[in-house]
């Protein structure tokens, strides 16, 4: 009874020990937007352009996310020319991210401060005016002038937030 006993302790140990070694899987980057999502297209552009790397360098991010019907109804093969040229797609992703965790009471917080205006610096060195227009709605204005209004706020992510837009902001590098 003893060696059944001992047996027992020492194969729980040896098993409690491999466990607690075991490598646990990180979440999955942009793992708040789901396959159901009104956001999933950007997410899964994000995926297919192996940007793990660029995004786990940054650490915690905020992605202002187009919603998928601007990708659906983008005109002349402009997202078939995307999706085949890696570089400009990564650029054009890129430009919807800011390092940093900034959800909407952040971006209010930030708005306040700076009197109805705020800046941002994206993935690309570039700037994101914030404003609020006159019937209350937040803009982000890119560099090129291209408009986007939030349509969803402060979907979570294990590596920061992300906000859904109305448009996408082509920025060229």
Same mark, same amino acid.
């Given at each position: *009874?003893?060696?059944?006993?001992?047996?027992?302790?020492?194969? +729980?140990?040896?098993?409690?020990?491999?466990?607690?070694?075991?490598?646990?899987?990180?979440?999955?980057?942009?793992?708040?937007?789901?396959?159901?999502?009104?956001?999933?297209?950007?997410?899964?552009?994000?995926?297919?352009?192996? *940007?793990?790397?660029?995004?786990?360098?940054?650490?915690?991010?905020?992605?202002?996310?187009?919603?998928?019907?601007?990708?659906?109804? *983008?005109?002349?093969?402009?997202?078939?020319?995307?999706?085949?040229?890696?570089?400009?797609?990564?650029?054009?992703?890129?430009?919807?991210?800011?390092?940093?965790?900034?959800?909407?009471?952040?971006?209010?917080? #930030?708005?306040?401060?700076?009197?109805?205006?705020?800046?941002?610096?994206?993935?690309?060195?570039?700037?994101?005016?914030?404003?609020? +227009?006159?019937?209350?709605?937040?803009?982000?204005?890119?560099? #090129?002038?291209?408009?986007?209004?939030?349509?969803?706020?402060?979907? *979570?992510?294990?590596?920061?937030?992300?906000?859904?837009?109305?448009?996408?902001?082509?920025?060229?590098?």
């Amino acid at each position: *009874m003893r060696k059944l006993f001992f047996v027992l302790f020492i194969i +729980t140990s040896v098993v409690t020990v491999k466990s607690s070694f075991a490598q646990t899987t990180p979440p999955q980057l942009l793992s708040g937007i789901g396959d159901e999502s009104d956001y999933y297209k950007y997410a899964s552009l994000v995926r297919s352009a192996n *940007m793990d790397a660029t995004l786990k360098a940054v650490g915690t991010y905020t992605v202002f996310a187009p919603h998928n019907a601007i990708f659906r109804n *983008m005109t002349g093969g402009k997202l078939d020319s995307l999706t085949s040229d890696p570089v400009k797609l990564a650029n054009v992703l890129k430009a919807h991210i800011v390092k940093g965790k900034f959800t909407k009471a952040d971006i209010i917080k #930030k708005l306040g401060l700076g009197k109805g205006k705020a800046t941002f610096t994206n993935l690309l060195g570039q700037t994101i005016k914030l404003t609020r +227009t006159k019937d209350n709605q937040l803009e982000l204005i890119d560099a #090129k002038g291209n408009q986007a209004f939030f349509l969803k706020f402060d979907i *979570m992510d294990p590596h920061g937030v992300i906000h859904g837009i109305d448009n996408v902001l082509i920025i060229g590098k």
